[in-house]
């Protein structure tokens, strides 16, 4: 998982509180990801940034923003949150291919594990 | 919309068989498609990738085949050990860089 680092690895909050899941990378890739993995659901897209300053929603964005400030960070926010957000969070990252195509291997960073109580 | 399955969905062997992995995909027009392993609360650890203009690609005791028109991938694991014991996950790359999970096979490697 060298060159994706998520912080923090464990994370209990209570119903309602805000809470900065971060991502950062150290191999200059343009697309990073925010996946969460559930049991029996395998894993599902939250957000997804092309670029710098560019997000767009995946298959499960609600209770979720995100921020792409740079090419090196993407920060998953929890505005309030919720017991159905507890999971185990993902950032991943890939290159972009000469044709503008993802062509170049994911790499994922060790998980967010988040209980909300 | 692409669909990726995996087949078996677990698997248990004794340790030294040489054993295939499946995963199956309905959109041949994919990128590339890559091998992952999950051990239990753990990240995914990237095995190998295969692009679309390959067929197959080799790594220790790993070999992974590519059939873009038979929709099909193979993940080859030669004289397994119980450090094999994990969760394999195939993902495609498909247009609009989408990528697609598979289903997952949860493999045990017996002593």
């Known amino acids: 998982n060298a060159g994706v680092t998520q912080t923090p690895k464990f994370q209990v909050l209570k119903t309602g509180q805000s809470m900065t899941l971060q991502c950062a990378q150290d191999?200059?890739?343009?697309?990073m990801y925010w996946y969460r993995q559930d049991p029996g659901m395998g894993l599902r897209l939250i957000y997804y940034?092309?670029?710098?300053?560019?997000?767009d929603k995946g298959e499960v964005p609600n209770g979720y923003n995100v921020s792409r400030l740079n090419k090196r960070e993407f920060s998953l926010r929890l505005e309030s949150a919720a017991p159905s957000q507890t999971s185990v969070y993902f950032c991943?990252?890939?290159?972009?291919?000469?044709?503008?195509?993802?062509?170049?291997?994911?790499?994922f960073g060790e998980g967010s594990r988040l209980t909300v109580l | 919309k692409q669909e990726v399955t995996q087949i078996p969905a677990a698997l248990s062997v004794p340790e030294g068989e040489n054993l295939v992995l499946n995963c199956s995909f309905t959109?041949?027009?994919?990128?590339?498609l890559q091998w992952f392993r999950q051990d239990p609360g753990k990240g995914l650890t990237s095995l190998l990738l295969?692009?679309?203009?390959?067929r197959e690609q080799t790594s220790g005791r790993l070999n992974a085949s590519l059939d873009k028109s038979s929709g099909r991938s193979t993940l080859y694991i030669a004289a397994s050990q119980p450090g094999d014991s994990a969760t394999y996950l195939c993902v495609t790359t498909g247009g609009g860089n989408k990528l697609t999970f598979g289903t997952g096979t949860q493999l045990k490697v017996e002593l």
């Open positions: 295969i692009q679309s203009s390959q």
């Open positions: 940034s092309a670029s710098e300053g560019t997000t």
């Open positions: 959109d041949s027009a994919i990128y590339n």
């Open positions: 991943a990252i890939k290159p972009m291919g000469r044709s503008g195509a993802n062509t170049g291997e994911l790499f």
């Open positions: 191999m200059n890739h343009n697309s």
